[in-house]
């Protein structure tokens, strides 16, 4: 069983799949995630998959101001990620609200609701950024415990 | 039926159209803004910046001569460098790396003496 | 028959921004749409409360990612109408050049994303791969991939020497080659019509009554672009609205297609007719008064009404985006059709959502 | 601005139905702020690139007509205006009850900066 459990957790960190949400941002970032899937920089060549159900996701990308409706999906999403699990927040506005940090609707940066684990300045980052984001995310994860 | 056909075959025989990020590093383009920072000697500590600012993510303080930013509330949109009147802010055109920590840039510089306290104008 | 209702969104794989539908099915066909929004929702307008009216560029600019410079633009001319600005010549142009790049970019994204709503990929892939030469035009010009940021009021920032024009000049061709070659795929191919034709159809009457704007309402046979208007220099560049005549998601492919191409046109147009001279003027004096300002976005009419008061925060800012206008005609093109089909209806009308709710 | 027509909320619905007779097209409403208790809503129209303007200044408090039943994209912008303003819309074909946008825990009518005013439903939970 070791072994197995070495091998899958090996095989995750080898190509782990990645689930993006827009947690309410300009789109601007959710298109610089999508053009990080397209030919020119394509992360697929990685092992990286862009998956859309959160119970086969490794990475969790967030991008955007969290607000008080979409929190309760983000919580959702997060929660259904098996352990142990990475989450990326992407671009000014999912680290601390950016520009929208005064509207009366935006609670400000994704770690305000979920544990946070690397965060990519930028607005938007540019698709080199993200790459190196979750670069970064991934050797945070070979340290992770096993949920 | 076949209509994608040609344009698969055309990629075929094309060079690669993927930039092999980690492995080559494209120059950034030179007009491109990125990592905004300051040459701390040469700031007057004005405020200029941090009341142009669209964010709101620099604090000045005049009294204590330091120069604050927030690099993850920053949205890279250059207003602070064209507005600077010693254009000592600059920003490189390299992107600023992720990192797993909040950090936030603190400056100190000395405090300047009476003869270009708190004016932007002057030279 | 019994009813299944099926939450559609807000997390899909389809849409890369979370809307809800609430589809209410008898066996596969739709028979009624719930919308549910806010999920976007920020509250931006609202900002002109507390940053100045220079500082809101960049914030209306981040509306939305996929046409900030327009964004930026129609705010800019409106402020100009407040305070009487007359813009010199060649930032006309230029603000001409800047937006027709920015709608060539959006238009192969959402040729991109309806290819992959309907399981073309490699189409959507071709697609991005010819627009990342667009962004590269945007971050050599404008400084950002995605804020070029060029806007200000009184002008714009940055000037395009005639190198940089050539090179962006070049670029296009590049591009405009590498379109050519998609034009038997996404209007002759068998899978294109076959997933579009007939689907989600919209009529004139119905669209002129809802309300729809840009190529949704172009492609319903309605001859109308504000670009007519001529705002900025578009009175003195040759342009005419493409216009569809079925109204289905194959014409509104087929409107978007030919501006793409029409956008190429308009920039080597614009780059040919650039006249010398100054870039900005200088501003002074605070907005006044209340006006209604109108824009062409690559979805369709953007409209900004902006009241100042002689201060420097605006009273009210309201932004009137065009997906905003076309969802109650998505409503009306959704029942009826099946499940299957959502996604590519949906996308038709190239949805932003984080435009609609700012 | 240069078209616009003033209204009062006994005429605004006879005047809609009248633009659309001419065929205009309905682009969207805006609702301003005015002072602590009256504010502006404008209802803008488009026939042919060309603009006309409806306002129509009434009370917080009071109940507006909806137009929604004349032009169903109406709905979405008056349903904007009751979660922004606080504003109720009488006859809407389709009525988020103010959960359009916001949720509980945001703000209640945040585009009244002047004073927030709650419009009170009779006998509301």
Known sequence: ?147 | MFDMTPNILRNFFHKSSTRLYPKETRQAFGNARGELYNEIEACIFCRTCARKCPSQCITVDTKEATWQCDPFVCVYCGVCVENCPKKCLHQKNDYRKPVTDKEIIFMKGETKKKKCEGDPQET | MARTIIPFGPQHQVFPEPIHLKLVLEDEIVKEVVPALGYVHRGLEMLADVRDFHQMIQICERVCGICSTIHAQCYCQGIEELMGIEIPDRARFLRVIWAEIHRVQSHLLWLGLFADAFGFESLFMQCWKIREKIMDINEATGGNRVNPSINIIGGVKRDMNPDMAQWVLTQLDLVEKEVNHLEKVLLNDYTVKKRTVGKGVLTREKAMELGAVGPTLRGSGVEQDIRQIGYAAYGELAHRPVVGIDGDAYSRNRVRFLETLQAIALVREAVSKLPAGDISVKVKGKPEGEVVTRVEQPRGELMYYIKGNGGKNLDRLRIRTPTFANIPPLLSMLPGIELADVPVIVLSIDPCISCTER | ?125
């Open chain 1, 1 to 147: 069983m070791d072994i197995l459990k070495k091998l899958t957790r090996k095989s995750r960190i080898k190509s782990p799949w990645l689930l993006h949400f827009d947690c309410g941002s300009c789109n601007g970032c959710d298109i610089e995630v999508l053009a990080c899937l397209t030919p020119v920089y394509d992360i697929e060549r990685f092992g990286i998959i862009n998956v859309g159900n959160p119970k086969h996701a490794d990475l969790l990308l967030v991008t955007g101001t969290v607000n008080h409706r979409n929190k309760k999906v983000l919580v959702n999403l997060a929660e259904q990620m098996p352990e142990p699990k990475i989450v990326v927040a992407l671009g000014s506005c999912g680290l601390s609200g950016g520009v929208f940090r005064e509207a009366y609707n935006v609670i400000g940066g994704v770690d305000k609701i979920i544990p946070v684990d690397v965060y990519v300045p930028g607005c938007p980052p540019k698709p080199e950024a993200i790459i190196d984001g979750v670069v970064t995310g991934l050797e945070k994860f070979s340290k992770k415990k096993d949920g």
């Open chain 4, 1 to 125: 601005m240069k078209e616009v027509i003033s209204t009062t909320k006994g005429t605004v619905v006879s005047k809609t139905v009248d633009m659309k007779k001419d065929g205009y097209r309905f682009v969207t409403m805006s609702c301003v702020e005015l002072d602590a208790d009256t504010v502006d809503i404008l209802y803008h129209f488009d026939r042919d690139l060309h603009l006309k303007h409806l306002r129509l200044t009434i009370q917080k408090k009071e109940a507006v007509p909806s137009v929604s039943l004349v032009y169903f994209a109406a709905f979405l912008v008056e349903n904007e205006i009751q979660d922004q303003f606080g504003i109720r819309f009488d006859g809407l074909v389709l009525d988020y009850e103010r959960t359009l946008y916001l949720e509980k825990e945001a703000p209640d009518a945040p585009y009244c900066r002047i004073s927030v005013s709650r419009d009170v439903k009779s006998g509301e939970d």
